[in-house]
């Protein structure tokens, strides 16, 4: 295992830059007079048995957020929502799109998105030149420099550290439904759930890649108590607004994952092309990774179209009569449109209602 750790205080801007690591003006803040650390600390399994550090001054062992808990009885524990997996192709047809806004609430829908990007390039001290071209945000992946490893996994872990709090909030706001109303939710409540637990799972792959600073540690917990709320008192009067909300969130995390994937495949990202990467063993895990299969690129591919999966179902939810409707992506079909069962990830922009539920 290689551990490479950036703080300012640890290595200078120049040393840390080089190490791919995240320098920007919000790292280098004395906050009560010590270093405020966007820091990452990035772990490189590589086949080394022994803990390596490119650091130059001493570093503190890199702590294992989650270490395997060995008890008494239990042997382990496997994910509840098993991962359904995908094929290759599957994984390569998905695309960067965009949702045309047609309603004022989808427009409101994507300024917030777009509010939320831009406040999350400048917080994480994007240069001009790292940005791609904004009058495509959500569909062009050209950039004239790329972001270093560092700040791709600043990007995905506050990414996920928000992805997964609508589905969470909806599920359970549909789930209480139910109950007080004393009404069937038909299906909805479970693939919410599954939403945010899949995204949990993302955000913990990425946590045994790197350790975030008590300021980023900082910046997560101020975005969830802010955005849970938010979503919380939004879904209870718009819905249907939400859900789009969600389906052009995960537009952007589609664009984040081909974005990277392109740097990974031009070869700008040397630590997690380099042969002896390995990535965390709960990915291998939750995504059933084949032997061979094991690389980075192949790691944000899983990840992409799970991100593909959320954009088309948040995307459709956000078309359906909220209180009548049942999910289509988890109902049965009748008899002679068995072959209208909607396929969340080949459907960028969503199914309309007539589509899939019909008149
Ligand atoms: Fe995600
Ligand atoms: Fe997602």
Redesign the pocket.
């Known amino acids: 295992m290689l551990s490479i750790r950036a703080n300012s205080k640890l290595c200078s801007p120049r040393q840390a830059s080089q190490l791919g690591r995240v320098v920007s003006p919000l790292i280098q803040t004395p906050i009560h007079g010590h270093s405020a650390g966007w820091r990452i600390a990035s772990i490189y399994q590589t086949q080394h048995s022994q803990p390596r550090s490119f650091s130059t001054s001493s570093v503190r062992p890199l702590r294992d957020f989650f270490p395997s808990k060995e008890t008494e009885l239990i042997r382990r524990t496997p994910p509840a929502w098993p991962h359904h997996g995908y094929t290759e192709q599957e994984m390569l047809e998905v695309q960067p799109a965009h949702r045309e806004p047609k309603t004022i609430g989808d427009w409101v829908a994507w300024k917030l998105v777009r509010l939320c990007r831009w406040g999350m390039d400048l917080a994480t001290g994007l240069e001009s030149d790292q940005q791609v071209d904004m009058k495509h945000p959500t569909t062009a992946t050209k950039t004239s420099k790329p972001l270093t490893e560092g700040q791709w996994l600043v990007r995905?872990i506050f990414?996920?550290s928000i992805?997964?709090v609508p589905g969470m909030v909806a599920g359970m706001l549909r789930h209480l439904r139910s109950l007080r109303r004393l009404k069937r939710d038909n299906g909805w409540i479970e693939t919410l759930l599954e939403e945010s637990y899949?995204?949990r799972m993302?955000?913990l792959t990425f946590m045994k890649m790197c350790e975030p600073g008590p300021f980023m540690k900082f910046m997560i917990l101020g975005a969830q108590g802010v955005f849970f709320n938010a979503m919380f008192f939004s879904y209870l009067i718009s819905p249907r607004i939400c859900h789009r909300f969600v389906g052009y969130l995960e537009e952007e995390?589609v664009h984040t994952y081909t974005r990277c994937i392109r740097e990974i495949d031009e070869g700008k990202l040397p630590k997690w092309t380099d042969e002896g990467f390995l990535v965390p063993e709960m990915a291998v895990t939750y995504w059933h990774m084949s032997e061979g299969k094991r690389t980075m690129r192949d790691l944000v591919l899983y990840?992409r179209a799970?991100?593909a999966v959320?954009r088309g179902v948040n995307h459709t939810l956000g078309n359906l009569n909220q209180k009548e409707d049942p999910n289509p992506f988890v109902s049965d079909y009748k008899t002679g449109h068995e072959g209208q069962k909607p396929n969340a990830a080949l459907k960028s922009t969503g199914y309309e209602r007539d589509e899939v539920i019909g008149h």
Request: hydrophobic letters at 45%.
């Open positions: 995905f990414l996920e992805a997964g899949n995204e993302h955000l995390a990840i799970d991100e959320h």
